[in-house]
């Protein structure tokens, strides 16, 4: 592809906001690997829908409307979105322990617990095989046996790698299903979500290759991070990570593929009073707990599978990758990347849209 073809956007802007566009086409021209997407969806309309560069790392093939990208984390609140509709059918007690529904689970945690991060079940001590995370049932064994890094309920922290096992297993055991068959048929199905957490081969064919890694912060994270990001290795390589074995299995905590428009569809669905019942919506989306995150290092807080700040709910993502809501001001966003990096960019994009609604940048707002 040529430089011109790289860094020029496809897809739609309506005429207010065309500073968007020209901020997503300066990120797609200082990317170096494979392009990104974003959309915006605000006063009941797409306002925003925008997708560009390359999708695989010889710059062959471009990246189209429907091609489907990793964003890491992002993925967490569609796991978490299996067990809420669970929780509000009446099949999951959020205060239940966990042993009500997976009797081997031996950390003294409640579904909550889990759902909120607070269950300590964030590191394997004994070295694990990549290979692992393609065997669902041994995974899951060694989480069940997996001694919590802190007493459940006493701190939180993200189960980067394991939150979709846990909150997946819960959805198999009670409904039968894995959590990608579950997603697949009652979240993005019936909303037209284009995100799927296990690609059949054609699906694949769709799939953005992972670049840049290096571009990535280096490990100087404390140990606890390195155990809970590390172990088993895998998850940062691009070997691993672009190839078949990985995009089929089911990883949730990390490796769902969407669309950017099949990521904010999410929190549309949310804010526009669908998928979970207002109770249930006010619950997930309030703090259940807040402060200094025991494997990540810096101040947070977590409903029930959504991040939180001042301005709404979502989720980022290793590489640069968001999706979320900010119900102060009723839009929906997601920006996806195939190129590893900083979340600077998203912000950048989200701020040019902010600007276009006359509200104030992230940082001033979240300091407001």
């Known amino acids: 592809m040529s430089i011109e073809e790289r860094c020029c956007p496809e897809g739609a802007v309506e005429p207010r906001f065309e ?5 997503f086409t300066a990120v797609l021209r200082e990317q170096r690997g494979t392009g990104a997407a974003v959309a915006v969806w605000h006063d009941g309309r797409w306002i925003v829908d925008l997708w560009g560069g390359g999708a695989n790392a010889e710059g062959t093939r471009p990246w189209q409307q429907d091609s489907i990208v990793q964003p890491y984390s992002v993925t967490k609140p569609f796991a978490a979105m299996c067990a809420l509709l669970l929780t509000d059918r009446g099949s999951l007690d959020l205060d239940a322990p966990m042993q009500r529904y997976w ?25 694990t095989p990549t290979d692992a995370f393609y065997d669902w049932d041994r ?9 919590p890094q802190w007493p459940p309920g006493t701190a939180h922290g993200e189960s980067a790698l394991f939150y979709g096992h846990l909150v997946g297993e819960l959805v198999r055991r009670v409904d039968g299903r894995s959590l990608g068959r ?13 995100f799927i957490v296990g690609l059949t081969p054609e699906e694949q064919a769709r799939a953005v290759d992972l670049t840049c890694f290096d571009d990535l912060e280096g490990a100087t994270k404390a140990e606890l991070y390195r155990r809970a990001t590390e172990n088993p290795p895998g998850s940062r390589d691009p070997t691993v990570v672009n190839s078949a074995a990985w995009r089929a299995a089911e990883i949730p905590a990390i490796n769902g593929h969407g669309t950017a428009r099949g990521v904010a569809g999410l929190y549309v669905a949310l804010l526009r009073g669908e998928l979970l019942s207002p109770a249930l919506f006010r619950e997930a989306t309030s703090a259940q707990c807040s402060g200094v995150d025991a494997v990540f290092n810096h101040r947070n807080a977590w409903g029930l599978g959504f991040a939180l700040d001042d301005e709404g709910f979502g989720m980022g993502g290793t590489g640069g990758s968001y999706g979320g809501a900010c119900s102060r001001s009723g839009y929906a966003i997601a920006f996806v990347t195939g190129t590893m990096g900083s979340h600077t ?19 001033a707002a979240s300091s407001t």
């Open 103 to 127: 009797p081997a689970f031996t950390a003294r945690a409640t579904v909550r617990h889990v759902l909120s991060h607070q269950a300590g079940v964030v590191a394997l001590d004994a070295p």
């Open 345 to 363: 960019r998203g912000e950048r994009v989200e701020n040019a849209l902010r600007g276009c609604l006359g509200l104030l940048p992230l940082s």
């Open 182 to 194: 579950f997603l697949g048929d009652e979240v993005c199905g019936p909303l037209g979500l284009d």
């Open 19 to 23: 500073p968007v566009r020209d901020v």
């Open 139 to 147: 995974m899951c064994a060694l989480l069940a046996a997996q001694r």
